[in-house]
């Protein structure tokens, strides 16, 4: 990593940096914006989360000594760290771990979710008060496993790995065993009432009715994201599809801050009011990686932000939610998902002893070389048009160890400069001098 600027001068970087990404979301949104820089906040990792901008001015500034032409333009998933893994119920109804959140996909080197993942656990480690050698340790464990299911997908036809109840164990098995105990009914009932036989959306914190014009144009958005559902995920649009109501809904995540959203409830496979759906339809924002890179090209390709989105999951993960889609609204992308009652996290708090975090990240690596090499059965995009597990191993070919040191340093190091950032960066905000003011 080279950065070695005084504080005052990295303060600068951290500020206009921000300001460059969001300005335009902080002017529509300055509470949600506000929400967003208290989380950032509250510890280093929660800030760098929140700054894969940040992340993409240091790395794409470096030289990359292990991609070549192939392995440096393969799908990534932009923004790859230890809270975005999770489980939801695929296409053929399985519960599956695996990463989530595709908002910052795009085309780049495979080093930088390598990266991105290493220096989020290694700053987690130090959250975790565990010495430097230990991380370090999962660091590498981490890679090895990541290079083990890539050598898997060259010497097997079958792409069909995945992680799930049968095969896994520990903290990621117990994510596992949580999903499955969900329903649909008790995520209804939280989100909806019913009134004369007819379900629609409670009145509650953060929902917002729409007025006639803005529902009419999201209606139109609705029809116009059926038509993105590929034929074999399509069911009896007859019944299914029926709408039944929207909401405007406000988000205040960490990556969703300012981002204009609804929530839409869609008649299920039959008119029993307990296996209705809940869609969201969200804005698409512009990855963090393309401010860095020439993205001419890629840009072409897509219609919007929203289409992006999804050809990238789409390439990235096997048997995306049969409902993923994308629509434009005011000239604008949006993409639409199932609001999954089956999605949850994996729970750090209680993983603290390395030798339970190593069998965690074991996992964690092969499923990281999931989304580089296997796509869905739906992806038809031809921007990678080249086996990438081959790419992968070519470049990294007999240079193993010397990339397990290389990446272990980078995470060390960069996992430092995060810490230092924070400090920064709550300084800065605290001072108004990144678009919202603190108070």
């Given amino acids: ?62 030289e990359d000594p292990f991609c070549d ?27 599956v771990f695996d990463i989530n959140d595709f908002d910052e996909a795009y085309l780049g080197r495979f080093t930088w979710d390598l990266q991105r993942f290493a220096a989020s656990l290694a700053l987690v480690g130090w959250q975790k008060a565990l010495p430097e050698d230990d991380v370090r340790r999962l660091v590498g464990r981490y890679l090895r496993a990541y290079l083990a299911q890539v050598d898997e997908y060259r010497e097997s036809d079958d792409d069909d790995y995945a992680l799930h109840l049968e095969n896994t164990s520990g903290p990621v098995h117990e994510a596992l065993v949580v999903a499955r105990l969900q329903r649909r009914a008790d995520q209804l009932d939280r989100l909806t009432r019913v009134a004369d036989g007819t379900r629609t959306f409670a009145d509650a914190d953060g929902v917002r009715r729409l007025g006639q014009r803005e529902r009419a144009k999201v209606v139109r958005a609705f029809e116009a994201y059926l038509d993105t559902i590929p034929a074999t995920k399509r069911f009896d649009r007859a019944l299914f599809y029926e709408l039944r109501d929207v ?4 988000g205040f995540g960490i990556g969703s801050a300012g981002l204009p959203a609804y929530n839409l ?36 390709y897509f219609e919007h932000e929203g289409h992006r989105t ?63 090499c296997a796509s869905d059965e739906d992806s038809d995009q031809d921007l990678v048009d080249f086996q990438v597990e081959d790419a992968i191993a070519d470049s990294v070919h007999r240079r193993r160890r010397e990339l397990t040191t290389w990446l272990t340093d980078f995470a060390m190091s960069y996992a430092e400069r995060v810490r230092a950032d924070h400090a920064l960066f709550v300084d800065a905000f605290r001072a108004g001098r990144i678009g ?3 108070t």
């Fill in 436 to 438: 919202v003011s603190a």
């Fill in 247 to 250: 909401v405007g809904k406000s």
């Fill in 1 to 62: 990593m080279s950065s070695t600027s005084r504080p005052h001068d990295r303060a600068d970087l951290i500020v206009n940096v921000l300001e460059d990404a969001f300005a335009p979301l902080m002017e529509a949104d300055p509470a949600a914006f506000r929400h967003k820089f208290r989380t950032m906040s509250a510890d280093p990792h929660a800030f760098y989360r929140g700054t894969a901008c940040l992340f993409y001015a240091d790395v794409t500034a470096d």
């Fill in 265 to 300: 409830l869609v008649e299920g496979f039959s008119q029993a009011l307990d296996n209705d759906v809940v869609l969201t339809m969200k804005q698409a924002n512009v990855p963090a990686v393309s401010r860095f890179v020439d993205s001419g090209e890629v840009e072409r």
């Fill in 310 to 372: 999804v050809v990238s999951q789409r390439a990235l993960q096997v048997h995306t939610d049969p409902l993923l889609g994308y629509t434009e609204l005011d000239g604008v992308g949006y993409v639409v998902a199932e609001l999954s009652p089956y999605e949850v996290d994996l729970d750090w708090s209680g993983i603290t002893e390395p030798d339970e975090i190593a069998a965690v990240v074991d996992l964690l690596g092969r499923a990281t070389a999931k989304i580089h």
């Fill in 69 to 95: 032409e192939r392995s440096g333009r393969i799908w990534v998933h932009g923004d790859l760290h230890v809270e975005n893994f999770g489980t939801y119920l695929n296409s053929d109804g399985r519960l």
